[in-house]
């Protein structure tokens, strides 16, 4: 997918950043981690299951967004690669 008028600027007007996100979902899996083992060891199967279930869902949520941000610094680089060479041209 080519772009002949995209440049680095306007190519991804919201860029991910996932970074301070990212570690604030790892914190909230950690605890609903901790809290599904916590019911597991108090015999609570169906809450320790909720619990593991919704860590998961918030997993699975990071790494999409993550591979997201991931495919945007992949695409952005490659603009500016090529502006610089352009630049390097002239």
Do not use: C
Not at 50 to 63: K, R
């Amino acid at each position: 997918m080519k772009h002949k008028n995209m440049s680095y600027d306007n190519r991804y007007k919201y860029k991910l950043n996932m970074l301070e996100p990212g570690l604030i979902m790892m914190k909230i899996i950690g605890v609903l981690f901790v809290f599904g083992i916590a019911f597991l060891v108090a015999k609570w199967h169906w809450l320790s299951i909720v619990f593991f279930v919704l860590s998961g869902i918030i997993f699975t949520a990071l790494l999409i967004l993550i591979a997201i941000e991931a495919h945007q610094d992949n695409v952005l680089n490659d603009i500016a690669i090529r502006e610089n060479n352009e630049l390097e041209k002239k």
